[in-house]
């Protein structure tokens, strides 16, 4: 339906052609965006769309009717209605989005599933990517359903558990790379280029394609009302742009009236977007040396962030900063008041909810999303340090009736 589409450049307008394989503008080196001919877009057909998950919405994805998907049925996460959590927190109306419950464990599916069909599609011999972790689990499910090869970069020491056992289990070759994850980015770019692997992180266009079907969700839940505000956490700022440009687009075609404010929440020690947002400047500058509890946001230098910047300055969002305490915090009582568990990352943006609330930034009457981007599963580590370890006892019933008193 929509193979109509153009891969354009967001700062030169230049236009590249769909069989191309590019990443960033050869012209002035932006960042690419899909644009879709809006008007022939037929409403009734994201409206009425059958089906659950990311390929239910195909209408507004950039590949032909017939196309096969490489899919592992990702998508279609539950939201929450937040009652006790909204209480404590003092809002009236708090939705939680858990992304944690796609099949990898967290969002990065939706992105490598429309990836990996669009590698398929290009006839690459292999994909690739830098991680903190997650995009390397999704990648190595996706590439070993989709029969091709995988490499990902890791920071050595600094992926959490959970997501490096995927990521060797399902197959990708892992290499572990004494550097940050920027460092890891930097170099898996020219790889690609030299070595003819397929990119897969989120500067390839075509992962956030897959992300903004988080809109299309949201709003579909809400009987296509879109909320007032969406909170997440932000890392290399791909998922608050597609998140965006999802919102944007439901406009665009006429299914919504409005955006909603887009608002990023990164970790104190990480925060390159937070301060270009409150300096007022368009580009960041880079932190050489990122540092969070909050794994999947340690990124210093974001890819994506001159998209993000937009999201968030369009929509009428914020951009704010947590510690780490405050998303351990965050984390324990999504866990214990909702029943929601999450890694840290993703409990930043229930920590940034708090913070907006406390500074006067966000009012009791606004109707919230939060995203939650990965599952408490991927991160057991964490939870051994932040929760009080099991008692040892004795086999004798009398000692432990003493306990459960
Ligand atoms: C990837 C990831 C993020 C950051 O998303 P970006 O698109 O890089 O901003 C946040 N939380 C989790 C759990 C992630 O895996
Ligand atoms: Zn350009």
Known sequence: M???????CIRCGACFSKEDVVYTCRKCGGLLDIN?????????RVVEAIGEGVWKYRVLLPFAEDIKPITIKEGNTPLYKCGRLAKSI??????????????????????????????????????????TGNTSASLAIFAAKAGIPSYVLLPKGKVALGKVAQAMMHGAKVISLRGNFDDALRIVRVLCEEEKLYLLNSVNPYRLEGQKTIAFEIAEKLKWKVPDRVILPVGNAGNISAIFKGFLELKTVGITGSIPKMTGIQAEGAKPVVNAFK???????????PETIASAIRIGNPVNAAKALHAIRDSGG??????????TKAQLELARQEGIGVEPASAASIAGLKKLVKMGEIEREEKIVCITTGHLLKDPERVIEICEAPKEVDADVDLIRKMVK
């Open 2 to 8: 929509s193979e109509e589409y153009k891969v354009k």
């Open 36 to 44: 879709y001919d809006y008007s022939g877009i037929d409403i009734e």
């Open 90 to 131: 003092g809002v009236d109306e708090l939705w939680v989005k858990h992304e944690g419950m796609n099949p990898s464990g967290s969002f990065k599916d939706r992105g490598m599933t429309v990836g990996v069909t669009k590698a398929i599609e290009l006839g690459v011999k292999g994909v690739a990517c830098a991680s």
């Open 279 to 289: 300096e007022g400047r368009g580009e960041i500058i880079p932190e050489d040396k």
């Open 318 to 327: 914020v951009a704010e900063s947590v510690t780490d305490d405050e998303i």
